[in-house]
């Protein structure tokens, strides 16, 4: 059974940097099309990064130039590097994880994944 646990979130202030982890346990990492989410209360769940196995990524609009996503299939781990943090970032983030994905388009539907985390809090105060 597929096993999404997320690490890192925490409370910063506005500019600062912080690493959020996905570890995946209970399947073939390499073989998984990986994304964070985040959600906002009263807001629907939205893309912020995605990563395919090949290592091709894609961002929000919001976060690109800002946020890196990565993966490191040795580790079964997908990270999200996020620098110059906003009070507009405030969200828990969720890993999520599907086998079938091959496009873009399709990654960006949350409606997709089979695997999802718990999720991290981030908190960015002003």
């Known amino acids: 059974q597929v096993r999404l646990v997320e690490s890192g979130g925490g409370l910063v202030q506005t500019g600062d940097s912080l690493r959020l982890s996905c570890v995946l346990s209970?399947?073939?990492?390499?073989?998984?099309?990986m994304t964070w989410f985040r959600q906002s209360p009263g807001k629907e769940r939205e893309l912020v990064a995605t990563?395919?196995?090949?290592?091709?990524?894609e961002y929000d609009d919001s976060v690109r130039g800002r946020f890196t996503i990565s993966r490191e299939n040795a580790e079964n781990t997908l990270y999200l590097d996020m620098s110059d943090l906003k009070p507009d970032d405030t969200a828990n983030y969720y890993c999520?994880?599907?086998?079938?994905?091959?496009?873009?388009?399709?990654?960006?539907?949350?409606?997709?994944?089979?695997?999802w985390g718990q999720g991290t809090q981030v908190t960015v105060s002003s």
């Open positions: 990563i395919n196995w090949s290592g091709h990524t």
């Open positions: 209970g399947g073939p990492f390499a073989l998984f099309w």
């Open positions: 999520a994880a599907d086998r079938s994905l091959t496009t873009f388009r399709a990654a960006a539907n949350k409606d997709e994944y089979d695997h």
